[in-house]
C-alpha cells in the first residue's frame, strides 16, 4: 500500500467523521495546568473555535483511527462495501495533531471514533492507547471523547473511562428494527449493555469506599448518544420515546440526532435525497422541552395526528396553539410551571420574571428589557398595562408565525 | 468638578479605587470627569486630588462583579454610568434585583457585550509557532477585540498554555507570558510572524469536517461575524467551500450507488463466521 501524505490522511479522516453531530466539550470536571507541568484546560462550558459553513461548531479535532471497515451500515460512508478512499493514522499521528492544533489554540481537545478493523477489541485499544498516550506522555489535560466500539471487551471499555472525558456509543437508529435493516452486523442489544455498563462504572466512581478514598474518575462528562433521523420510516414520537428511556434508563448527557446526509458512494438500500434539515432542529428543540421545561413526549406530538412534529412551527408554540383554552397567562401570577410554557420564554426570562416580580408588577416593557421575545409571547400573556385581546383566539395566530412557502429552486 | 484619570492598563482597580473614595466622599455623577487612557488627566487633574479612602462605602457584591465588566466595554460612558448606579444604591440597595430597570439593563447588556467579546477572544486567538528553540517553545498571535478584553481573558490563557511562552498582541495592549509570568504591555501595530506549516492543517481539517449538503451561513457568521475572520486562518477557505457545496452534493446523487470491492464478500464471510462461533 502506498503511503499517504499526513494531510492526506487528515483530510479522509475527517471528512469521514464529520456526519458524528456532537462537538462538545462541556461539562467535565475543571482542570488546567498552571503547575507548568502540562498543557490544556476544561472550565466548565467548553469553546467553539470555529464555525464551518454547515453552521456548526467546530471545538474538538473530530476524526477517525482508520475508516476501513469491516462491518456494512448501510447509511454510513465507511462501510465495507462503499469505495471511498481508505487511511490510517498511527497512533504517534494522532496523539502529534492534538497536541499541535491544541497549542495554536484551534480546539478543545480530541473527539476520535474508529471503523473497526481486524475486530472490536484491536480497534479499541488502539483508541485506549492514544487517550492513554495524550494524558501520561504529554500531560495533556483538554478534552478527550471517545467513540466506544460497541463490541468491545468491558475491560477495554474501563480503560478508556479513566484518560477520556466522554464516552459515547451510537445507538444509530431509533428502533430495534431498524439497526436489523441497516446495521446487520450491530446488536441492538450489545450497545445497550454496553451504554449500562458505562452508567454504572460512572456511578461507582462517585462514591467514596468505606477507607473513605475515591477511586478513579471514569468519563466525568458521562455519556452520550446518536440517532440518524430520516434513513428508517421511524416517526418523530418513536425518536423522542426511545430518547426518553435513553435517558432515562441510562444516564445519557444527550442525545444527538443527525438528518440522514447524503454520502458519497451511497448504498442503493437508501435514499439520495436530502431530508429536511428543519426536521433536526424541531427534534431537538423537543428534546430541550422534554429536558427543561417538563413537557412530555405525549403533549409534544400530540400537535398532529401522524406523530410527527409540525416543521413549520417550533414544538412549544404548536403546543401553545393546540391548548389556547389555558392561555393568555398573567406574567405577575403565573407559576414557574405555567410561565415555562410560554412560547418566546426561555428559561433565564422565566427566572428573571420571577426575580423581579417579587419587587413590582411587570409591565410589557419590562419584560421587553429583560430579553423576552415578544413577538410569539405577546398573544400568550398579560401584564401590567398589556392584555392580547382577541389575538390569543384570532384563527390566523398559527400563520403569523409560520413561514410563508418556500419558492422552489430549479435543480 | 473631579478629573479622573484612568489608565488603559489596570483600569478595573484604578476605576473600583476612585469610585470608593469619590462616593464615600458624596461626590455626585454630575461633578466627575472620566478621563480614559488620554494621558491629559493628568494635566487637569492637579486641581483637585482624589478624596482620601473612606472604609464607610459599601456596594452589593452583583455591583462589584457587574462592574468588573464592563469597565473593559468601549462605551466612553461606562465609568460614568456604573457611578451613576453606584450612587443610586446608596438610598435604594435593591435596585440590582430589578431586572428591568432601564440603567441596570443598560449595564447589563453592556456586560453582556464584553462577556461575549471574552468568550471570541478565547475561541479566536490564533498562535504561530515562533520556532525559537530552548525549553520552552513560544508561540504569538495578533488579535482584534472589539471591547478592552485582552486584560481580563489574558489569565484564561495562562491557565490553559502555561509549559509554553506566549504573546497576545493587539493595537491597545499586548499580554505577555514567559516563564509562568504574566504581564501586560501598551498596544502595537501588527506585528510580523512567522509561517507556521500546521496552518495549511488546520485548513485541510476545516475543509473536510464541513458537510455540504448542509450549508447554513447564516447560523456560522451570527456565531462566527466577519470582522474576524482576517485573522482566522481557516476563513479564507469559507468562500470557496459554500461556492462549491452544491456540485459537490450534485455530483454526489448523480454518481449513484457503486458496486462494492470484490473482498467484501470474504470479508463478509469472514465475520459471519466469527459471530456464529461466539
Ligand atoms: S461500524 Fe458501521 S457505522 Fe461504524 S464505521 Fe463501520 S460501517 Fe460505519
Redesign the interface.
Known sequence: MTQLA??EK???L??A???DASCASSGTTRR??????????T?GSG????????????SL??ILMTNFC???CAYCVNR????VRRARFTVDEVVQ?TI??Y????IEGLFLSSGIIR?PDATMSDMVRIAKRLRQDE?FRGYIHLKSIPDAAPELIAEAGLYADRLSINVELPTDRGVKAYAP?KNPTTIRKAMGDVKTRSAVAGERSYTGKRPKRFAPAGQSTQMIVGADGSTDATILGQSTRLYGDYGLRRVYYS?F????????ALP?I?PP?IREHRLYQADWLLRFYGFDVGEITAARTDGNLDLDIEPKLAWALQNRALFPVDVNRASKEMLLRVPGFGTRTVG?IL??R???A??Y???L??GASLKKAKAFITARGWTPGKLTDSTDLRARFAPPPEQLSLF | MYTVPLPIIGTDMAWRDAAKRLTGAGVRPADILWDYGTGMGELFATATPLPPPSRKVKAPKSFVQMADVVVWHKDPQRFARLYGLLWRLRHQP?VM????D?EL?KLRQMEKAVRRCQ?KM????????LRQGGDR?S?A?WFEPTHHTVEPTAP?????????DWMIATPDVTAQFVD?NLSFHPGQPKPDLPE?A?????G?????????????????TS??PKKYWKN?P?AQH?HD??AG?EAK?RK??E????I??ER?QK??D??RK??NDQ
Open positions: 499526513l494531510s487528515l483530510a479522509i475527517s471528512d467523521a464529520r456526519y488546567d495546568s498552571r503547575d507548568g507541568k502540562g498543557l490544556g484546560s472550565e469553546i467553539c473555535h470555529s464555525y464551518a459553513p454547515d453552521g456548526r461548531c467546530i479535532l473530530k469491516i462491518y456494512d465495507v462495501s462503499s469505495n495533531l499541535e492544533f497549542r495554536r489554540n484551534y475486530s500531560g452486523e438528518a446526509s447524503p454520502i458519497p458512494d451511497s448504498s442503493a439520495l436530502k434539515l428573571r426575580q423581579t417579587r419587587h413590582r411587570l409591565r416593557d419590562d419584560l428589557r429583560m | 435593591g434585583q430589578d431586572r428591568a432601564p439593563a468568550h478565547k475561541a479566536f486567538v490564533r498562535f504561530r509557532d517553545r508561540f498571535a484564561f490563557f495562562a491557565r490553559r498554555f502555561a509549559d509554553m509562568g507556521d500546521a496552518e495549511a492543517l488546520w485541510t481539517y476545516f475543509c473536510n469536517i464541513f458537510n455540504p449538503a448542509r450549508v447554513k451561513i447564516q447560523a456560522m456565531e462566527m482566522l481557516e469559507i467551500l459554500i457545496a452534493v454526489m446523487q454518481a449513484g450507488p457503486t462494492p470491492p467484501v470479508i463478509k469472514q465475520l466469527r459471530q
